[in-house]
């Protein structure tokens, strides 16, 4: 009898501590150029973990600069991919500078980068792929950071920060590096040929959280058949951040696509929409982003710059959602 009741008094006590984890919340804010609004080169968010683990995906253009105080601490840093609306070749010198439209980005940050002096400031951890680590290594160093602090994570490989298990997945893209981030006569040979710099292909991430909660991280990516077979097979994302601006990556349809047929989360926040999508914080009607939350048979989140949205470990948002 004994020997019954102790098995199930402690697969009943990790149940409850299952439940007890789901029910912490993973806070999702986004760091846009214009607060309260979603505008044009938006793509920033800082992603925290129930533990405290805070994660700040695609720094751009858009975070102010390392001393931003929307940061707060930052334990890892991702970059999709090298491309400067993403890697950050400039930033907007104040908060709501310039239009939602058309933002201003007037503080260059070439050839350093935004995304570098970030993670040397906060002494994060830089999680990147394909041929990216050894490129970045050597910028961090030369910016005052250590190499160590860049970790290479390529398809299929996972790093661990503070308890938040970052994957890497494939993107259909492309990751040339704009010779504004390299210097001396080798940038000016790629700059008079119209060439980038190869840094291997461009990536999304899948993030696991302590809570339970998946979250794939598009990137810029067209259709892949990963977001299939594995975003959804083998890690079964339960929230995605989607890029859905067109030209560039899948268009509102296309992303729509992705949602309903390849990953089948049970919510989605859309991102990287290249347009103003709100005014007054409220989606405009012929937007990009309409037609993405039209098309979409999960609920869209709209990411609101400064607004913070709440995931519990089932993917249900349980606070700050519009
Ligand atoms: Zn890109």
């Known amino acids: 009898m004994r020997a019954l009741l102790i098995p199930c008094l402690v697969s009943a006590g990790l149940a409850v501590a299952a439940s007890a984890a789901a029910a912490q919340t993973v806070k999702i804010t986004p760091l846009g150029s214009h607060e309260g609004e979603f505008c044009r080169y938006d793509r920033a968010m800082v992603l925290e973990d129930p533990n405290g683990t805070r994660v700040l995906y695609d720094a751009g253009r858009t975070v102010r600069g390392p001393k931003d105080p929307r940061l707060g601490n930052i334990d890892a840093v991702l970059l999709s991919h090298a491309h400067g609306d993403h890697l950050g070749d400039r930033h907007q010198p104040s908060a709501g500078a310039g239009t939602c439209a058309s933002p201003d980005f007037s503080v260059l940050v070439v050839p350093v980068s935004n995304t570098v002096l970030i993670t040397v400031e906060k002494k994060a951890k830089l999680v990147v792929g394909a041929e990216m680590a050894s490129f970045f290594a050597k910028k961090v160093a030369a910016a005052g950071g250590e190499a160590s602090q860049v970790q290479l994570?390529?398809?299929?490989?996972?790093?661990?920060?503070?308890?938040?298990?970052i994957y890497s997945v494939p993107a259909v893209h492309s990751n040339g590096l704009n010779p504004a981030f390299l210097e001396g006569a080798y940038a000016e040979a790629l700059k008079e040929a119209g060439l980038t710099a190869y840094l291997g292909p461009p990536g999304g991430y899948v993030l696991e959280f302590t809570n339970g909660l998946t979250v794939y991280l598009s990137g810029d990516t067209g259709h892949t058949a990963e977001q299939d077979a594995v975003v959804r097979r083998r890690f079964g994302a339960e929230l995605v951040v989607m890029n859905i601006g067109?030209?560039?990556?899948?268009?509102?349809?296309?992303?729509?696509?992705?949602?309903?047929e390849l990953v089948k989360p049970k919510a989605v926040i859309a991102s990287h929409a290249n347009e103003e999508a709100t005014s007054g914080g409220k989606l405009k009607p012929g937007t990009n982003t309409a037609a993405f939350t039209e098309a979409t048979s999960v609920p869209v989140y709209v990411p609101l710059s400064g607004r913070t949205m709440e995931f519990d470990g089932a993917g249900s948002c349980t606070a700050g959602c519009s």
């Open 246 to 260: 067109g030209i560039f990556t899948t268009g509102p349809v296309e992303a729509a696509f992705v949602i309903n």
């Open 153 to 165: 994570a390529r398809y299929g490989g996972m790093r661990d920060v503070g308890g938040v298990k």
